[in-house]
């Protein structure tokens, strides 16, 4: 068995990649998503790459399942079972000190209301001793009332269960006894065995809600697997950026949240290190969305928590902008304004210029009306634009605010880049990081078609595309290993560190650790853990999370002193100063198991020869129509340059070059866009 598939499953397409393994050799491709039932798209996907599936070695996709049931609202019915005296965490929840001062800002919904909230006694104190006994009776009443009024899942969230998760397991295993295997329940000591109650809760109901759309959809999956000989384990890429099989993915749904876009950052990695770059910007601008993540120093940027919606999760997540904008984002009036986005054309109708019902003008159309889409190119050939649709649908726009057609479709492009570049802000200026220190990495089937632009914005002087663009996240999905995430509750100072405890804590992760990759079925000699430690200086609040290099070095009186250096070095790093020999806390250990796959280690593939000629016409810059070179990608072979303007079009994606501007194909076949330095950047430099 020779080939290894990816699948990402976007708003509009769904993008695979194959990896033959003898020969060495990539092919990309993409097929319209099918919304109303996404099972469907994967083998469409795989028919058309008429794969003998036999020949499969290695499946993996992201999913967008269970964000989807969050985003649109239609997750499962939950039950919250807390301790007795605390129902209203969930719904009091955290006030958002990033948005204080906003008059306009709303919480978020809570996912259960107040009245699917049950209290049952039993109690733990701050250390993990029992005060009151669990009320077994309440909980089975909680159970039949689940069973009788229909809930789908039931969450179980007692005060201090991450200190002892002794009463949520009888309360599951009397749950699970009345409710039987239909219902999911989900225990928070499971989900998060960590402090703040809020949290904690937020992340097991986040959990229990997208939980059963997931399982669902990875049933059938499995089930269409089995029906079509297909004998292979199916893996779900992580919102940590690492690689589960569907058993761990159904028994934790919540880990594939960001599932899909995260290949794109774990394929940035791949890249910096490709091109000895550490800092990257990755920028994925397909149909429906444009996602933004960082890496730096060749290492995704993971937090050990995030957000999604407006609600925490307690789990790790690759740092993850996301905004409505994408080729099939809507354009509109607003008064005399014009807006763009986030409401989506997806992948019915589509844009205008698809030919499939669409009327309303998007980013697609406008681009097309600019000339910088190729008609006849676009997706390889496998799908002809109309582009009188198009301009039918951005005249008709351009009626609405009586402006130039022409130049509606650049103010179309324009509004949209300037959303995007704002989107890089938000992980970058507004976190102390310079964006001109970083290269552009563009992908999505529209993000190198917006890249040099979007650079120019923020001040990044090199554009990165690389093979396959369209398909890159699924490409970035083989480039991933295999990941397993622990944590445990580690609360002392540096004064009252006891390094044995430590050393005994760790020994226990990583035996999970251990034990969760040998489940994965991978090797022992393909495995390495990882360990950190989070700190914070007293009377903070929030932590960082230090790296413990080696577990042998934890000896001896001054090993506080140890992690103390290296928090004091990451929070100057992170902030820009920092207090050394102040005092510091020890909050939380993490330990991480990685069990290294195959990878395609930069295999790129060798794309059809192509033998038309390069073309010259008029392309739309800055509201001046240029003579501009239009070439095949497969055309331009290693070392080849191009100075802008320029379009460069091949199977999945559109690269555009802008006036002024520079491409060159390095000898990894990945295109390098040069711009020039804006002068108010260099008067900074």
Known sequence: MTYRVAMDIGGTFTDVVTFDSDARQVHAGKVLTTPDDLARGV??????????????????????????????RRGAKVLILTTRGIGDVHRIARGNRERLFDLHYRKPTP???????????????????????????????????????????????????????????????????????ERLVV???????????????????????????????????????????????VHVMQSSGGLVNAGFARRHPLQTLLSGPVGGTMGGVAVSRLLERPNVICIDM???????????????????????????VLMPMVNLHTIGAGGGSLAYAEGTALRVGPES?????????????????????????????????????????DPDAAHRAVEQLAGELDMDPVALASGICDVGNAKMAQAIRTLTVEHGREPGQFALLA???????????????????????????????????????????????????????????????????????????????????????????????ESQDYTLTVPILDTDEITGADYAEVLGRRFAEAHHKRYGHATPGAPVQFVALRTTGHGRVERADGAAGEPAEETAEPVVREVVFDGEALPTTVVARSALPVGARLAGPAVVHEETSTTVVPPEAELRVDEHKFLIITLAARPEMEDLA
């Open 443 to 537: 992908f999505g089937g529209a993000g190198p078609m917006h890249a040099a632009f979007i650079a120019r914005e923020i001040g990044i002087t090199q554009v990165v595309v690389p093979r396959f663009p369209g398909a890159f996240s699924a490409w970035g999905m083989l480039e991933s290993d295999v990941r397993r995430d622990f944590s445990m509750q580690f609360l002392a100072t540096d004064r009252t560190l006891d390094t044995r405890a430590l050393s005994a804590a760790l020994k226990e992760l990583r035996a999970q650790a251990d034990e969760a990759l040998t489940e994965q079925g991978i090797p022992e000699e393909s495995r390495s853990v990882t360990h950190g430690v989070d700190m914070r200086y």
């Open 43 to 72: 083998f469409d996907a795989l028919e058309r790459f008429r794969l003998p599936f036999d020949d499969v070695s290695f499946f993996v996709h992201g999913t967008t399942q269970g964000l989807n049931a969050l985003l649109e």
């Open 111 to 181: 996912l259960v209301g107040p009245d699917a909230v049950v209290e049952v006694g039993g109690r733990l104190d701050a250390d993990g001793r029992e005060r009151e006994p669990l009320d077994e009776d309440a909980v089975r009443r909680a159970a039949r009332r689940a069973r009788d009024e229909g809930f789908d899942a039931v969450a179980v969230c007692f005060l201090f269960a991450f200190r002892d998760g002794e009463h949520e397991r009888r309360a599951g295993r009397i749950l699970r006894e009345e409710l039987g295997p």
């Open 286 to 312: 397909g149909g429906t969305s444009f996602d933004v993540s960082l890496v730096m120093d060749h290492e995704a940027d993971v937090s050990p928590s995030g957000s999604c919606e407006g609600f925490p």
């Open 345 to 385: 054309a997806g992948a019915v109708p589509g844009p205008a210029c698809y030919g499939r019902g669409g009327t309303r003008a998007t980013v697609t159309d406008a681009n097309c009306v600019l000339g910088r889409v190729d008609a006849g190119s676009f997706a390889g050939g496998g799908m002809r634009l």
């Open 187 to 233: 225990l928070s000591h499971e989900v998060a065995p960590e402090w703040r109650e809020y949290e904690r809760t937020s992340t097991t109901v986040m959990e229990a809600y997208t939980g059963p759309s997931v399982h669902r959809y990875l049933d059938r999956i499995e089930a269409r697997f089995a029906d079509k000989g297909l004998d292979v384990p």
